[in-house]
């Protein structure tokens, strides 16, 4: 692989958001687990660098790479046009679809009904509050009937206790959320499908290109797909 160098020497820091299972969470014994968190040490055991989990509000991993403080952003993140004139984007390893979680009784039935006047809750500074919060015209309800919050989890307490109609989140911690919180389900209607994939410098292509050569290495032997089928339970 090309040459690049880590913020911290010997070190590959990593900025994430550690409230969105089964990509990233805290574990019972204080540390985090996930499919992130998985694929980061292999690739970092590779590379021979020691992985360090800097976990910090959704909306900052983006900007603390592009300002050079973190190396990656690795947060179930989804490759968008605007982010891309950030960072750069690796290789996809992943993909997810927003989806909409309703109480178990809800008057929503399907997407088209959120337009209905409804209170949307969304994770601050993700695709799903960026869709929702779009005009109409462009498919989205308005800000005004989008409410954000700083993770998925505040967003779910706040639909358990009436603040919020629905929350459209991410399906696989959406699956983990309703998993946890029974009187919840996801509806049916798919909404946007996306690539997730790993956040890096513009100005540390060599990185990039190491991530790329580990990630094709790691899809190829098939610890890409050991690591989502440990998580992702069919
Ligand atoms: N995929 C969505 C996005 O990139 C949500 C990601 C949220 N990730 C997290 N670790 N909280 O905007």
């Known amino acids: 692989t090309g040459d690049f160098t880590t913020v911290e020497a010997g070190k590959l820091h990593m900025a994430t958001n550690a409230a969105f299972p089964p990509y990233e969470s805290t574990s019972d014994d204080g540390g985090f687990e996930g499919i992130d968190i998985d694929l980061a040490q292999k690739i970092a055991d590779d590379l021979g660098l020691e992985l360090v989990v800097d976990d910090m509000d959704f909306s900052s991993v983006i900007t603390s790479v592009q300002s050079g403080k973190e190396d990656i952003a690795m947060a179930g993140l989804t490759v968008t046009d605007e982010r891309k004139q950030n960072v750069d984007f690796t290789d996809t390893y992943a993909t997810g679809v927003q989806v909409i979680i309703v109480p178990e009784d809800s008057d929503i039935k399907t997407v088209d009904d959120l337009a209905n006047d409804k209170m949307i809750g969304c994770q601050e500074g993700t695709t799903g509050y960026i869709y929702c919060s779009d005009t109409p015209e462009n498919g989205g309800y308005g800000e005004d009937h989008v409410v954000a919050y700083t993770n998925g989890a505040t967003a779910i307490q706040a639909l358990l206790a ?71 339970k069919a």
């Open 162 to 232: 009436g603040k919020v109609d629905a929350v459209v989140i991410d399906s696989q911690p959406a699956q983990e959320f309703v998993k946890a919180n029974p009187g919840l389900k996801i509806l049916d209607t798919e909404y946007v499908s996306e690539d997730y994939a790993i956040g890096v410098s513009k100005s540390n292509t060599g990185l990039r290109d190491a991530l790329n050569a580990e990630l094709k290495k790691l899809k190829d032997d098939g610890t890409v797909q050991e690591i989502l089928d440990k998580y992702i």
